[in-house]
């Protein structure tokens, strides 16, 4: 990813942190800059000296909650199993943790999406790039499951991994991300059938 970031100073960081929970609880058009200057406790002088503009604390907003996410999911993986299927699982499993503890309104890169459609936004990469990881992760994961059809089972893990997220923020029914981590063991047990 080749998007512009910012030294996060004490200050910087206040801001950042004041920005993300504000960001993430009432939407990213709906929160400014003084309110975010304000819930940090710092001028809005500082802020722009810090981060420039909105936007880019938008970008670190994000870039944050993606490394930390990443991070995340590594620590499951490396917990997992030295089986492809149970490291997949371990993805789900790392989804539910970080969505109880982190994500009770869904998916912040979704919801970020739906305030910033515009691929010219500086934030848009950090949230396209954080999903083509996640593509990634599953494609290579499934790979080793399910050979060539790898990338359709990757894609279709993805799938299920972001219906899961949507329908846990909305809150449509109950336990969606363990519905589709339930899901996602059916799916894997008849790709593992199949190569058997």
Known sequence: MNTKRVTLTPGARRVLTAAAGL???RGIHAVGVDLIAAEAGVTKKTLYDRFGSKDQIVVEYLADRDERWR???????????????????AVFDATTAWGRAHSTRGCAMVNAHAEI???SHPAYPVIVEQKRWMLDLFTELAAKIAGDRGGHLGRTLLLLHEGALVGHGLGVFPD???HAREQARVLLELEGSMCD
């Open 117 to 119: 459609s515009d691929p």
């Open 23 to 25: 960001f993430y609880e």
């Open 71 to 89: 991070a995340f999911v590594a620590e499951f993986l490396a917990a997992a199993p030295d089986d492809p299927r149970a490291r997949v699982l």
């Open 176 to 178: 969606a991300l363990a």
